[in-house]
Structures are given as structure tokens and as C-alpha cells.
């Protein structure tokens, strides 16, 4: 089983490198992902294949942005991380998740972003 500084190492690696497979097997089965507002009436998924569709939905809106994590926050059954994406227009958008964390999986993965915020 990973510790929670693993499990947010991988996926880390794993939404850079936009790796489907990967981040869909960090989720438990049931897990849920509450995207940020940005992607409207689907910002939320349940489980593994609507994840995966999530996902896929927000790289294709997202193509070409660059994810820059910074600041995170370990603690007994979830993490909580900073982050920032550089938009290929330039523009950088901030943002942050809250993960609860289950026997080494993403439980649920709470984001949120300030569109169209400078950093």
C-alpha cells in the first residue's frame, strides 16, 4: 500500500503526463472527482469510467497547458496541494485539490480553480 506522499507523487507524475490509465488506477472503484466549475454540468464523476471520461474531457479543454504543483499538505487520510496551469495563451490559473485518501487510493478528489486568476 502506498503512503499518502506516494500516492501524491504518483499522481502528480501521472496528471503530467496526462496517463489515463495511471490516474484512473490511483481512484478507488468507487471514488468520486469533483472537477472545477470550468467544465459545467460534468465536473462530477463516480467511479472508474466516468472518471476516465472526465479526465479525457478536461486534457482536450485544457491541451497544451502545463501543470506546475507547488505547496502540499499530508496529513492522516487525505492531502491537500497547490497548484498552478500555464495556459498556452500564457495565461497561468491557480488552483487547489483536496484528496481523501483510503487504504493507498483517491477516495474522492475535490478541485478547485480561479479561472482566469495571474499568478
Known sequence: MRTNEELMDAF???WSGQNLDE?????????????????GSRSRAC?????????KSMFKTDDGAVLEPSDRMLFEGGAFCRWRYVLPNGSIELGCDFFQIENGLVALKDAYRKIGSVA
Open 12 to 14: 502528480a507524475c501521472a
Open 47 to 55: 467511479g472508474h469510467e466516468e472518471i476516465r471520461h472526465l479526465t
Open 23 to 39: 490516474i484512473v488506477g490511483l481512484f478507488k472503484e468507487d471514488g468520486v472527482f469533483f472537477a472545477s466549475s470550468r467544465y
